[in-house]
């Protein structure tokens, strides 16, 4: 099965911050028709995950433009510029490229 | 608008058999996939397996021998069944569009 690793497991950020959070993958994710399946998620407390970022760096529908994914092959990024309090919680990274699909272990997003 | 969610009994015998209903609207099943996730209290997130819109299903290896996944088209509903379930089988089961929208997750406790 794919490996994801998240780091930092846990970030202590002030308001308005950056935030940056690595999602590095045991193969590459790219598949055979070329696209990345490689998608990051939100999930507040008591609520469902909220999809962010889908194919590396397309923000979904509403998602702000302050959270940025980026990267290729088996290493990828997600950047929170001005970090604001709506953004606070758990941060997953997914890959739907290699069967099972899997989840990262999550990075936790909290104020200093 | 997408909307998807689940329903199923809270409580489940150890060793029974897990049955939960997805019911969607907003969207045709004949032309999306659906997918159940779980995620045990306070950890991460597991995908189980899906649907797709020609009916096909894919499972998560780890679950395959125990798990089926199924749909009615004509009640946009679609249906996991997962059997000898043990007490780390508790967790939040959601459904899901291609990760995409999620249900509000129904919570299933094993134990006598």
């Known amino acids: 099965d794919v490996v994801l690793t998240q780091t930092p497991v846990s970030l202590s950020v002030t308001l308005g911050d950056q935030a940056s959070i690595s999602c590095r993958s045991s193969?590459?994710?790219?598949?055979?028709?070329?696209?990345?399946?490689l998608e990051w998620y939100l999930q507040k407390p008591g609520q469902s995950p909220q999809l962010l970022i889908y194919g590396v760096s397309n923000r979904f529908s509403g998602v702000p433009d302050r959270f940025i994914g980026s990267g290729s092959g088996t290493d990828f990024t997600l950047k929170i510029s001005r970090v604001e309090p709506e953004d606070l919680g758990v941060y997953y990274c997914f890959q739907a490229t290699h069967d099972p699909y899997t989840f990262g272990a999550g990075t936790k997003l909290e104020l200093k | 608008q997408v909307q998807l969610k689940e329903s199923g009994p809270g409580l489940v015998q150890p060793s029974q058999t897990l049955s939960l209903t997805c019911t969607v609207s907003?969207?045709?099943?004949?032309?999306?996939?659906v997918h159940w996730v779980r995620q045990p209290p306070g950890k991460g997130l597991e995908w189980m397996g899906g649907?797709?819109?020609?009916?096909?299903?894919d499972y998560n290896s780890a679950l395959k021998s125990r798990l089926s996944i199924s749909r009615d088209t004509s009640k946009s509903q679609v249906f996991l069944k997962m059997n000898s379930l043990q007490t780390d089988d508790t967790a939040i089961y959601f459904c899901?569009?291609?990760?995409?929208?999620w249900g509000q997750g129904t919570l299933v406790t094993v134990s006598s």
């Open positions: 907003g969207f045709s099943l004949t032309s999306n996939s």
């Open positions: 649907i797709w819109g020609d009916g096909s299903t």
């Open positions: 193969q590459s994710l790219e598949y055979s028709d070329g696209y990345t399946y």
């Open positions: 899901c569009n291609w990760f995409a929208y």
